[in-house]
């Protein structure tokens, strides 16, 4: 199973991006997908989660409300749109999959595979 991230780049504050993350694996639609990122000198953290069919979403609270995840089955394809991003959202994000349990969502430990992260820099 590999991921790669990608849609990252530098943005004034207030802006938006949409990033993607592609998955090759035969059963994607089994994963928990899931958004992480870490900040210079941060641990990484947990950012969103979705269910392996899409109908469940799972934000940390610090971006709540300034977030959506999504998923392509068809396709895929995991998507985060971000929008009236503060320059503490800079990070590097990754993307990861996991088996799916709703009381794990936010636990690193859950996800078995990573991609390679993209950078998103936030101007003030």
């Known amino acids: 199973v590999q991921l790669q991230a990608s849609g990252g780049g530098l943005v004034q504050a207030g802006g938006s991006l949409r990033l993607s993350c592609a998955i090759s694996?035969?059963?994607?639609?089994?994963?928990?997908m899931g958004w992480f990122r870490q900040a210079p000198g941060k641990e990484r953290e947990f950012v969103a989660a979705?269910?392996?069919?899409?109908?469940?979403?799972y934000y940390a609270d610090a971006m709540k409300g300034r977030l959506t995840i999504s998923r392509d089955n068809t396709k895929n394809m995991m998507y985060l749109q971000t929008n009236a991003l503060r320059p503490e959202d800079t990070a590097v994000y990754y993307c990861?999959?996991?088996?799916?349990?709703?009381?794990?969502?936010?636990?690193?430990?859950?996800?078995?595979?990573w991609g390679q992260g993209t950078q998103v820099t936030v101007s003030s």
């Open positions: 694996a035969r059963t994607y639609t089994v994963y928990m």
């Open positions: 979705i269910s392996p069919s899409g109908t469940s979403t």
């Open positions: 990861a999959a996991g088996d799916y349990n709703t009381r794990k969502y936010d636990v690193q430990a859950q996800y078995d595979y």
